[in-house]
């Protein structure tokens, strides 16, 4: 019986800056299957680090193919490349659930028209675009590493674009998190979900406070798979207070709809 | 269940300023039950900030601080021991505090981020550490390389050198995942076999943990929390999958490691 429907904070392939064990399709089936995480909409790891992305979505799509069943691809679009509205019918002729983009990695500021066009495009398919605040603590970047966290305005400028969009933000903190939905009007509210994977857990207990205050239904279950421990997002439910312990998390794939 | 000794917890008083300081307590005793927490190993780090910088208490913030420690000790027995927090630029306070709550029952000493780990003001905290056969505890940023405000940061290499010139004291080296390059504290501390890092911090990633094996072995890690309770539990759920450690060397981790660098009868174990 798996605990969790879905995990939109997953990746496959090398990452530039540190050797990450195993970040193989076949190691995260073990993970999910240890983790009881039933499906995961899987990006490519080096796909920020490059402008364009058409290699890695080929490559992300060609490591998934044998293994659809459980694991979907979510590709990356850059939307400052000519052309990326072909990179979006391609993903989701593909059978993409969702897709990926990097704005800081590429210099997208809020403003930007491609940005909008791209959340506006994916979501008339029905299709959530992935957000990333981070990939690593700031504290510990390769000095190579200066792209920065994503900010928070980014999220609240797409989210307030127009009713079909839909986010999902990962490795966002509290503070990132109550600040764009506080921004936002109750129904451009309920076109962002949160993944859990940065959230702290006890004594401060920042995940109890945002279900308590947000509602637990605006997060899913994610874990940065193969950056972070898998282990970390599952600990951070068990030592919720026991009036959370049963608190229902939202389902990506319902915040397609 | 074995025993499971947080070797770096921090509890907050009436005096840091914040309303909800005893909800935080609480939840850390909630958290800690669930895990199967044993004994937390804490201190309070002065005012947290109110009256004076959390990294540079005034000896005020600092007695205060380790009367609330004391106090929590008093209160919770064996679950709670006490690392007694000190400001080595103000010696004679620290000395008279080292004093005062070993007196009291306090197990070890916290040093924060106040002076450089190298810096001889550090010597006289540490010959009184060896006297009294007490573990310190020292903030570490992984790799510094730059400053950071509101800290005197020391990195692995910072601590090296100050457990070599002590060699008898067991120092804990904080959080391999509290930020910056653990990497470059495992390759510091490799050859330091009184430099035991604790494996608390916020950090998650995959691959710390296996670093920390291969340079220092299971016998010089030890478990702890810190800050974020949930990713403590999630590295000590990992070990076992690194495929480095027996079941006695988890063991080691959580908790034989600590009875072996603290005094005799630290622990109530049963």
């Given at each position: ?202 004594p ?54 | ?9 921090h509890f907050l008083h009436a005096g840091c300023g914040r309303t909800d300081w005893r909800d935080v307590n609480a939840a850390r005793f ?12 804490a201190s309070v780090l002065g005012s947290y900030g109110f009256t004076s910088?959390t990294?540079?208490p005034s000896?005020a913030d600092v007695t205060a601080g380790n009367d609330a420690m004391l106090a929590l000790c008093a209160e919770h027995?064996?679950?709670v021991?006490m690392?007694?927090t ?185």
């Open positions: 019986m798996s605990r969790f429907p879905v995990d939109p904070s997953v990746f496959v392939g090398p990452y530039p800056f540190r050797d990450v064990p195993h970040p193989e399709p076949e190691y995260l089936l073990r993970v999910m299957e240890r983790e009881g995480i039933a499906h995961a909409w899987v990006g490519h790891l080096s796909a920020p680090f490059e402008r364009e992305t058409t290699r890695c979505n080929a490559e992300l799509l060609a490591l998934l193919a044998p293994h659809r069943a459980l694991l979907s691809p979510a590709p990356a679009i850059n939307p400052d490349v000519v052309g990326w509205e072909r990179e979006l019918a391609a993903a989701i002729d593909a059978g993409a659930p969702a897709i990926r983009t990097y704005p800081p990695h590429w210099g997208l500021t809020p403003e930007h028209i491609g940005l909008h066009a791209l959340a506006l495009a994916a979501g008339e398919r029905n299709c959530p675009l992935v957000l990333t605040v981070r990939f690593e603590d700031l504290r510990q970047r390769d000095a190579r590493d200066t792209a920065g966290d994503l900010i928070p305005q980014v999220v609240r400028t797409l989210a307030r674009l127009a009713p079909a969009v839909r986010l999902i933000v990962c490795a966002a903190g509290k503070d990132f998190i109550e600040e764009v939905h506080w921004g936002l009007t109750p129904e451009e509210q309920r076109r962002v979900i949160w993944d859990i994977s940065w959230i702290w857990g006890p401060e207990d920042h995940l109890a406070k945002l279900f308590r205050t947000l509602g637990s239904e605006r997060f899913v279950f994610g874990s940065a798979w193969p950056l972070r421990l898998v282990q970390s997002p599952v600990a951070n439910l068990e030592l919720l207070p026991d009036e959370l312990t049963h608190a229902p998390l939202a389902n990506p794939s319902s915040h397609a709809d | 269940m074995s025993p499971l000794i947080d070797a770096h917890a909630r958290a800690g039950a669930k895990m199967g927490i044993t004994c937390h190993v910088p990294y540079f000896p027995g064996a679950l021991r690392m007694v000190v400001n080595p630029n103000h010696t004679g306070h620290a000395l008279a505090e080292l004093e005062r709550c070993v007196a009291q029952g306090a197990i070890g000493v916290k040093l924060l981020a106040s002076r450089r780990a190298d810096d001889p003001l550090l010597d006289p905290i540490c010959d009184f550490a060896a006297k009294h056969h007490l573990p310190v505890l020292h903030h570490i940023w992984q790799h510094r390389t730059r400053h950071w405000h509101n800290q005197e940061i020391s990195d692995g290499a910072d601590l090296a050198v100050l457990a070599r010139r002590h060699p008898t004291v067991h120092f804990i080296l904080a959080h391999i995942g509290g930020g910056g390059d653990y990497r470059h504290t495992f390759g510091a501390v490799r050859d330091v076999p009184n430099i035991l890092p604790d494996i608390s911090g916020s950090g998650v990633d995959r691959g710390m943990l296996d670093g920390a094996l291969k340079a220092v072995g299971a016998q010089r890690l030890l478990f702890a929390t810190d800050l974020t309770m949930e990713t403590g539990l999630a590295k000590l759920r990992a070990l076992e999958p690194t495929g480095l450690v027996s079941a006695s060397d988890i063991e080691d981790i959580r908790w034989r490691n600590c009875v072996r660098i603290f005094r005799d009868g630290a622990f109530a174990l049963s």
